[in-house]
């Protein structure tokens, strides 16, 4: 009994459903959109990317002239190998200090204030530590062990590579 009448309740749902679906007719499905880059957001958004590049291209050419002098420097130290020519690293490095800060801010340095001003414009580099051999190498002209030469090397190409105004 309880069967039938949850039937009969089925059944006149189902009746009324199908009657507003008479009065509502078919259901209106509107055109496709069709996909286009006509519109002026693409061309806003295409310029946009354009002069972007632009920027970034201008940006990294001039990052590349201005550091020309960088990898000069790093050529020219790649090229010592003897113990002769480690007095040669610290014409370089003088150079390359006296172009980037100036010849009055570097010029005047030498000794322990020479060496703390490298460690003090690079990162992580340690010179001060080296001082005792870098002073053999120039006032006494004696040569030093592969070892502190290659430390020599790396500290300098080290600084040439991240040296910056005041860190």
């Known amino acids: ?47 946009l990317i354009l002069v972007s590049l632009v920027i970034f291209m201008f940006y990294q050419i001039r990052r590349y002239v201005r550091n020309q002098y960088r990898r000069e420097a790093l050529q020219v130290l790649s ?30 340095l030498q000794g322990k204030d020479w060496l703390a001003f490298l460690d003090k414009t690079g990162k992580n580099v340690e010179f001060q530590p080296l001082g005792g051999h870098i002073a053999k190498i120039l006032y006494e002209n004696i040569e030093v062990d592969k070892d502190t030469q290659q430390q020599l090397l790396t500290q300098s190409q080290r600084w040439i590579k991240t040296h910056a105004r005041e860190l």
């Open 1 to 47: 009994m309880v069967l039938d009448a949850h039937m009969a309740t089925i059944q006149d749902s189902t009746s009324a459903d199908t009657s507003l679906q008479v009065f509502l007719g078919d259901l209106y499905e509107p055109p496709s959109v069709p996909f286009t880059f006509d519109t002026i957001g693409w061309k806003v958004l295409g310029c």
């Open 79 to 108: 090229q010592i190998e003897s113990g002769s020519d480690m007095s040669r690293i610290f014409i370089i490095l003088k150079q390359v200090a006296i172009q980037v800060f100036g010849r009055s801010e570097v010029a005047h």
